[in-house]
């Protein structure tokens, strides 16, 4: 049985920083891609930071220069720092790990208050 457990979500001041991080398990084929989508109530889940073996990283713009996504592969473990928070990035956060298949977290909330 998959199972991906996020934790580091909260409640932070604009300008703060908080650190997601995503812990699989169950996963057997071998991990290639892993990411963070975060969703705001009436907009589409979107993109926030992707990792990919041999390929390097991908940031949203509206995050580019604030958040870091970085992995553990012993731990199968996703990170995501982010720095220099603002309201609008006020969105729950899944992150997403993939063999071929898609796994997808629960979801965490972050909130940023201005």
């Known amino acids: 049985q998959v199972q991906l457990v996020e934790s580091g979500g909260g409640l932070v001041q604009a300008g703060g920083s908080l650190r997601l991080s995503c812990a699989a398990s169950g996963i057997i084929g071998r991990i290639y891609a892993m990411g963070w989508y975060r969703q705001s109530p009436g907009k589409e889940r979107e993109l926030v930071a992707r990792?990919?073996?041999?390929?390097?990283?991908t940031y949203a713009a509206s995050v580019k220069g604030r958040f870091t996504i970085s992995r553990d592969n012993a731990k199968d473990t996703v990170f995501l720092q982010m720095n220099s928070l603002k309201p609008e990035d006020t969105a729950i956060y899944y992150c997403?790990?993939?063999?071929?298949?898609?796994?997808w977290g629960q979801g965490t909330q972050v909130t940023v208050s201005s």
């Open positions: 997403v790990m993939t063999d071929g298949d898609n796994y």
């Open positions: 990792i990919v073996s041999g390929a390097g990283t």
